[in-house]
């Protein structure tokens, strides 16, 4: 939720500051800002709308010049998207400019306390009230910025990654972060900021991702200079080197970066295994199991934790767990587990699984399992983020950034951890045969293939989208380890098309979104050889009977299904826990191309945000 970008150096910092927000807009797309200091004036530009906007404006208001600037690309939380509300947000005084990523919880409080000693508020934002809390507190202790700073977030209560400046003092910023992630580029005399790694990424390798409860005082011609902000004690800067490369940031030759993701799907499940399952030895190592094994092993329960499509992969990873290690699964949304004082033994596992790393609502049900005892394990994409650090041990599924902001690579790839964690407990607790488990990785190992194959119907689905595009309607039905398939693949569409679709498990539709199905209603029904297959080829009959209009997904030479339905994509074929990797191939496809073909932003679709870092 908001991307933040800053430069301090020798270079003109427009160029690096606009195009890091593009590269962090996944973050929030309501309205972008920029605040340049010229060498004489601090010049700021902000526009609702996207950073092309801000691009176009800036430019035309010749706001484009200077060696220290900051930027925001925001998802709005207080105050409409507005020009207004935009940041950079400056003091009364106009000295100070801040960019802020979070929420300030208490700014009610703290803005009529200002209210009442002078200040007044153009925006209705939190971030205004941060910024002039901070100058109240300069001017009151005739102290420098970092220390105004650093009083201030003591008085504040909420979620916050800051850069602020201050134009009497133009050769410093000052960063601080709780619960917002904030990342600073190394340069050779020069320095930059940003919510990721991805907008400095060409000009250094060199990054130190701040911790929670930290904020560093970031100067020319010095080294960072960290602190903690409650304590004050200094942290040494820990400098890691970045393994991103701008090529996985870029669109390449793909009209978009779900495309290109979806695409990505081979070679990220290959990415996410190599290394860790050995098929020829038979061996499945994961520094994070492996240090952990009694813990898993001994498991009276395994809660997972996340939200959205990360959930849905926690669904899958229900049927695996089960099935494989006859450990009792729980799969919660995050933000109602932490809302209803769940009951939490010490010997629970509780799986957080996150693309991002930085959900809000996940952060908080890892921090309350924490409290009760439970031992956490993480599942993220960004390395170095928030929960990957939060957790007690974790693996990371090596997906590579994912920019669309529906979410594709990231489930397959979450679904490919989660199964070899099951395989390895189901193998160390006896509970599968050597030649069974011995298939199964072989069979997994063949996974990336049998995607490729699965990409390959893509011209046949952009026909099937064509067809049912301007339907106001979808159902997704798919049962066992294809249920949480049919709920993913009713969020993709719903999210970047703004179509309506419902996922049920295939034999509860008779339970009541029957009533629904008439001839204008297209059902999409996974109905794949293995599993429930003749059941779910009588709901199939039941849909037809009622002359809804049916999308296959089926196992390569599936004749039956073919004679009754409308369209049939097929998947090739596959151990059956290992079919969601397959399946929610074409309901990607599905989405996207109904996406494109009504005309939607498919990598940024409207209200939503990539990383959700409000609760
Ligand atoms: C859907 C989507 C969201 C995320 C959810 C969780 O396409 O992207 O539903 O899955 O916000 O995000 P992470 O996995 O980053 O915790």
Request: overall charge negative; charged content about 25%.
């Amino acid at each position: 939720m908001c991307g933040i970008v800053g430069y301090i150096g020798h270079r003109e910092a427009y160029p690096i500051v606009i195009k890091g927000l593009q590269r962090l807009e996944y973050r929030g797309y309501d309205s972008a800002g920029i605040a340049l200091y010229d060498g004489s004036n601090l010049n700021v530009c902000k526009t609702k709308g996207k950073v092309a906007d801000l691009k176009t404006k800036s430019e035309n208001e010749n706001i484009t010049k200077g060696s220290i600037g900051i930027g925001h690309t925001r998802w709005a939380t207080h105050g409409v998207p507005n020009d207004v509300n935009s940041h950079p947000h400056y003091s009364n005084s106009g000295n100070l400019v801040i960019i802020h990523n979070g929420i300030i919880e208490n700014y009610d409080s703290l803005r009529k306390e200002l209210i009442s000693r002078g200040y007044s508020f153009k925006s209705e934002t939190d971030t205004e009230v941060l910024v002039n809390l901070i100058e109240d507190v300069q001017k009151k202790e005739n102290i420098k910025l970092g220390k105004a700073v650093q009083i201030a977030l003591n008085q504040v209560v909420g979620a916050y990654a800051i850069a602020v400046f201050d134009k009497q003092k133009p050769n410093e910023i000052v960063v601080a972060r709780l619960g917002s992630p904030l990342a600073i580029g190394i340069g050779e005399e020069e320095f930059f900021i940003a919510s990721d790694a991805s907008p400095f990424i060409e000009f250094t390798q060199k990054a130190i991702y701040l911790e929670d409860g930290e904020m560093a005082i970031i100067r020319t011609g010095e080294e960072v200079k960290i602190r903690k902000i409650q304590g004050d004690k200094m942290v040494d800067p820990y400098v890691q080197e970045l393994q991103m490369n701008l090529e996985q940031i870029e669109k390449g030759n793909y009209d978009h970066f779900m495309l290109k993701e979806i695409y990505e799907q081979p070679r990220a499940i290959t990415d996410t295994y190599r290394g860790r399952m050995l098929v020829d030895k038979g061996i499945i190592r994961m520094a994070g199991v492996d240090d952990n094994i009694e813990k898993f092993l001994n498991a009276k329960r395994i809660i997972v934790v996340a939200c959205g499509t990360s959930w849905h992969a926690g669904l899958v990873a229900e049927y695996i767990f089960e099935e494989y290690t006859r450990i009792p699964v729980e799969v919660e949304y995050a933000s109602e587990f932490i809302y209803r004082n769940p009951i939490i033994y010490k010997d629970d596992i509780v799986i957080a699984i996150s693309q991002s790393g930085e959900t809000a609502d996940t952060m908080a049900a890892i921090k309350l399992a924490k409290q009760n005892g439970a031992f956490v394990f993480g599942v993220c994409n960004v390395v170095g983020s928030s929960i990957s650090r939060e957790t007690h041990a974790g693996a990371y599924t090596h997906a590579g950034p994912e920019i669309g902001v529906a979410s594709t690579k990231a489930f397959t790839t979450q679904i490919t951890i989660l199964s070899l964690i099951a395989l390895k407990i189901a193998k160390a607790k006896g509970n599968i045969s050597k030649p069974d488990y011995q298939h199964h990785l072989s069979e997994l190992a063949l996974i990336p293939e049998k995607v490729e194959k699965a990409l390959n119907s893509n011209e046949h689905i952009k026909q099937v989208a064509e067809k049912y595009m301007s339907s106001a309607n979808f159902l997704y039905l798919g049962r066992g380890f294809n249920f949480p398939v049919a709920l993913e693949g009713a969020l993709k569409l719903k999210e970047i098309s703004y179509i309506h679709a419902e996922g049920y498990p295939a034999a509860e539709m008779k339970h009541g979104p029957i009533a629904l199905i008439d001839e204008k209603m297209p059902v999409v029904v996974i109905a794949t050889k293995k599993g429930h297959y003749q059941k779910v080829v009588s709901n199939i009959e039941e849909i037809k009977s009622r002359k809804g209009k049916i999308i296959a997904i089926v196992t390569e030479g599936d004749e039956n299904v073919r004679n009754l339905a409308d369209y049939v994509i097929e998947v090739p074929d596959t151990i059956e826990a290992f079919t969601p990797l397959l399946t929610t191939i074409p309901l990607q496809l599905l989405s996207y191309h109904i996406a494109v073909m009504l005309g939607k932003n498919v990598d940024q679709p409207r209200n939503l945000a990539k990383s959700v870092t409000v609760e």
